[in-house]
Every structure is written in C-alpha cells, then in structure tokens.
C-alpha cells in the first residue's frame, strides 16, 4: 500500500535557527498537504500543494512540492518558541483520491 | 471552525467491551474520517465515509466498524475493545473552498482500554 515517510522524526533547534522537515511518497500523490499540531492539540492545516515543482510561502514557512510529485519539504526559516510542535504531511494518490494518507511527523522543538 | 465536535473527549474501559466514538459536524459535509494517532506513527487512517451510508477501510481497519445513518454523525465502533486500541482517535472532515482541499479535525478522544 501506499506509504509516506518523514524525516527526521524529531528536531531540537535552538531559537534562531532553520528548521527543515522532508516527505516521501511511495507513489505518486496528487496533493500533498501540510498541518502543524501543537502539543496536546489537534493537527491545523497549514497549507496545500498541488503542481509539480510549486513553492508557496507563508512567512517564515517555505513549502515545496517535488518535480515527481512523490516528495515535499517544509523549511522553516529563523524558528521561534511558537514554532514548536509536529509537523505531518499528508495526500491523497492519484488511484485512491478519497483517502488522505498522512506521514508519521516531524515533532519540533525550539530551545529559547 | 468547522462545527465538528467528537464525544467523549475522555474514555476508559476494559478489554473486551464494546466502545462507540461519535463525530458529529453540523456543515453537511461529504466526506469524514476517522485517525488514530499514536507516537512514532502519527496519524493512520481508519474508516472513512463518503456519504450517507457509504463508507471504506483505511490503513488501519482491523477491529474497528463505522457507520453514517445521517450526513452529520460518523460512528466508529470498536467491537471489543483491545489494549492495543488504547490511542488518541481524530475525527476530520473534508473541506473544499476555493480550489483548495483541507480537513479540519475535531479535538479528539482519549480513549484508553485497560
């Protein structure tokens, strides 16, 4: 079945400091999602990609969807306190549109 | 948000009970899903409907049905429940505004099987 990796699983970087997180699809996704989920709270969208090869940026997040459409990145540029949390992508493939697969996560941590 | 709330926010039971989950959103959207989120796995799909009695496995469906009777209630039932159940379970809705996709989750159930 189709599978979608992250890496790394975990981060610690202190306040200042760039922060990227990677994701990988065993297959092709139409879409690639991203969300942020604080601890002890529920996953918030961020944003959607859907061209090969897009960017989008808000603020200090970069997004990035791969050529192939099978991997996207997050970068996170001089990283604050409330950057803190986990970091999942998700898609749906282009044969089972309905199902949205996430990544196991990226969880962030932010020294002061 | 999106109107979607989950109950109970808190639930703790013993093996082999039956648990019943409940996802209740108010917006009459089409598709909902149920995840369950555990450390180092993040979040795997369940069950998920896409209308009114229409419903497929996720990643992860063993030990778990789901039923949609009304557009706003997806049920996910645990028939008897495992300790291996014992997890953070999401409910999520799909929403399309503006040629963008997203889910919006609910707050999640704690629910642990002793």
């Known amino acids: 079945g189709q599978q979608v990796m992250q890496i790394p699983q975990y981060q610690h970087v202190q306040e200042g400091e760039d922060f990227t997180t990677y994701c990988n699809s065993s297959?092709?996704?139409?879409?690639i999602q991203w969300y942020k989920q604080r601890p002890g709270g529920h996953p918030v969208f961020l944003i959607q990609l859907v061209k090969s090869g897009e960017v989008k940026k808000q603020k200090r997040l970069t997004f990035q969807f791969g050529e192939a459409k099978k991997n996207s990145s997050l970068h996170i540029t001089a990283t604050q306190t409330t950057d803190v949390g986990t970091y999942f992508c998700a898609g749906h493939t282009e044969t089972s549109y309905d199902k949205v697969i996430f990544g196991p996560g990226t969880s962030l941590s932010v020294i002061p | 948000d999106a109107g979607i709330t989950q109950s109970p926010r808190h639930k703790v039971t013993e093996t082999g009970t039956p648990v019943t989950l409940r996802c209740h959103q108010t917006?009459?959207?089409?598709?909902m899903y149920w995840y369950r989120q555990d450390p180092g796995h993040g979040l795997r799909l369940i069950h998920y409907?896409?209308?009114?009695?229409?419903?497929d496995k996720g990643e992860v469906s063993d030990g778990y049905s789901v039923s949609r009777s009304k557009t706003e209630d997806f049920l996910l039932t645990l028939e008897s429940a495992t300790s291996s159940q014992t997890s953070v379970y999401f409910c999520?809705?799909?929403?399309?505004?503006?040629?963008?996709?997203?889910?919006?989750f609910g707050s999640g159930t704690q629910l642990s099987v002793l």
């Open positions: 409907s896409y209308g009114v009695k229409d419903t």
């Open positions: 917006e009459n959207h089409r598709y």
């Open positions: 999520a809705i799909s929403l399309h505004r503006e040629a963008e996709e997203k889910l919006f």
């Open positions: 297959t092709t996704l139409s879409n």
